[in-house]
């Protein structure tokens, strides 16, 4: 099975800005989805944001106003610009993708591609 690999993910002080870019797979189908999660230390994982292959995105409430999703299809690749970034941002983040019709669900068993993870850290 084809795996997704990010990269970008690094230490920041809080105020900070960090890129994560994820290598997406290639498509044939007309509908499919792609994600950012993250699990921080302890915690279970939780979805960040997500873009289908129609460019419409949504937001997990912790990133609205300061995380933008975006997917460049000439160069299938994922990206998720982190602005004012705080120290409960610290987690790993995971990309993933998935064959999904209609809206993009936050259900990560929807997700059949998965990315190892990159961590982020985000120091007070």
């Known amino acids: 099975q084809v795996q997704l690999m990010e990269s970008g993910g690094g230490s920041v002080q809080a105020g900070g800005s960090l890129r994560l870019s994820c290598a997406g797979p290639?498509?044939?189908?007309?509908?499919?989805?792609m994600a950012w999660f993250r699990q921080a230390p302890g915690k279970g994982r939780e979805g960040v944001a997500l873009i289908d292959n129609g460019g419409r995105t949504s937001y997990a409430d912790p990133a609205k106003g300061r995380f933008t999703i975006s997917y460049d299809n000439a160069k299938n690749t994922l990206t998720l610009q982190m602005d004012t970034l705080k120290p409960e941002d610290t987690a790993m983040y995971f990309c993933a993708a998935g064959q999904v019709y209609g809206t993009c669900p936050w259900y990560q068993p929807s997700y059949t591609r998965w990315g190892q993870g990159t961590q982020v850290t985000v120091s007070s």
């Open positions: 290639v498509y044939t189908v007309s509908h499919y989805c």
